[in-house]
């Protein structure tokens, strides 16, 4: 059975940083791209940044150059550095592993609350 645990979440003030965790358990994470989703109050869950298995990044545009992404496939960990922190990044963040080869392999997490105050 898979699961992602993400931890790492918290509040913080405006221009601060956290650091986002999500290991992953089972056989799944070294044939999965990696991604951290974000979903606020009344909106759709939408992708903050991913990372495929050989290392490639990609970013939304709201994050690009104050966020990274980050994988750890000896320890099945991807991580996410939120640094500069606005208050429009808080939300719930969402670990997810997905297998291109097999789209049935979609895992998600139970997500982790990040607040940023003014």
């Known amino acids: 059975q898979v699961q992602l645990v993400e931890s790492g979440g918290g509040l913080v003030q405006a221009g601060g940083s956290l650091r986002l965790s999500c290991a992953a358990s089972?056989?799944?994470?070294?044939?999965?791209?990696m991604g951290w989703y974000s979903q606020a109050p009344g909106k759709q869950r939408e992708l903050v940044a991913v990372?495929?298995?050989?290392?490639?990044?990609d970013y939304g545009d709201s994050v690009k150059g104050r966020f990274t992404i980050s994988r750890d496939n000896a320890k099945n960990t991807v991580y996410l550095q939120m640094n500069s922190l606005k208050p429009e990044d808080t939300a719930v963040y969402y670990c997810?592993?997905?297998?291109?080869?097999?789209?049935?392999?979609?895992?998600w997490g139970q997500g982790t609350q990040v607040t940023v105050s003014q």
């Open positions: 997810n592993a997905y297998n291109g080869d097999d789209p049935s392999e979609d895992y």
């Open positions: 089972g056989s799944i994470f070294s044939a999965s791209a």
């Open positions: 990372i495929t298995t050989s290392g490639n990044t």
